[in-house]
């Protein structure tokens, strides 16, 4: 069974950057599929943030893509969120999900079959 | 492409089958729509995906359908764990999105 577990600091202080790391286990990340960041706010819902590919390659929100960081360490079999300069509307819990698909090729964010539990950011100074 | 859900609410008991809606704002070509299943303090589970395709260990009291615009998610035979948040997702067009969600609650 795929599990995901996110770890990270749960405040940070507005202007820096939000750093979380999600360990995978039950499944090798080097397999090939896409592995995601998705944060949920009661004012934004729910948000993809962005993909990354066992080969390393990343798709990330458009909203997002000049703040955001995703890397895939296979050796550890976990994959990381960096995003910069955050605010108060960064605030939310973030979780990191496996990407599913059916077949060879398919999008970054495609439906989301495994989810880790969610950590929850708070961002104050 | 933004995803509507209606009703924002519903009060059903037990027993009784419900029918969520998810509208999309553009027309999907394909199925390219997944349904998930919050819990209060929990993650997001996937239901379904392409629609109507169940994912693996989701009871098959649970359904979905619909193509272009409009999409709905068939909850037959509610059991008291089936009260929780809905969302629907579409993958057509990058970024992927969600709709805000159907809350099911209990009568």
């Known amino acids: 069974q795929v599990q995901l577990q996110e770890s990270g600091p749960g405040l940070v202080r507005p202007s820096e950057t939000l750093s979380l790391t999600c360990a995978v286990s039950?499944?090798?990340?080097?397999?090939?599929?896409?592995w995601a960041w998705i944060r949920q706010s009661p004012g934004k819902g729910l948000e993809w943030i962005g993909s990354?590919?066992?080969?390393?390659?990343?798709s990330y929100n458009p909203s997002l893509k000049s703040r955001v960081t995703i890397l895939v360490d296979t050796s550890m079999n976990q994959f990381s969120l960096r995003l910069t300069s955050v605010t108060a509307s960064d605030m939310a819990m973030y979780y990191c999900?496996?990407?599913?698909?059916?077949?060879?090729?398919?999008?970054?964010?495609?439906?989301?079959?495994?989810w880790g539990q969610g950590i929850l950011v708070t961002v104050s100074s | 492409i933004v995803m509507s859900q209606s009703p924002g609410t519903l009060s059903l008991s037990p027993g009784e089958t419900v029918t969520l809606s998810c509208r999309a704002s553009?027309?999907?070509?394909?199925?390219?729509l997944a349904w998930y299943q919050q819990k209060p303090g929990q993650a997001p589970r996937l239901l379904m995906f392409?629609?109507?395709r169940r994912a693996t260990g989701v009871p098959d009291r649970f359904s979905g359908s619909g193509s272009g615009t409009d999409f709905s998610l068939t909850i037959s035979r509610l059991e008291p764990e089936d009260f929780a948040v809905y969302f629907c997702?579409?993958?057509?067009?990058?970024?992927?999105?969600f709709g805000q969600g159907t809350k099911l609650d209990s009568k």
């Open positions: 999900a496996r990407v599913g698909a059916l077949t060879a090729y398919y999008p970054a964010d495609n439906w989301f079959d495994f």
């Open positions: 039950g499944y090798s990340i080097s397999r090939s599929h896409y």
């Open positions: 990354v590919f066992s080969s390393g390659s990343t």
């Open positions: 553009q027309r999907l070509s394909g199925s390219d």
């Open positions: 392409s629609a109507s």
């Open positions: 997702q579409q993958y057509l067009t990058s970024p992927g999105t």
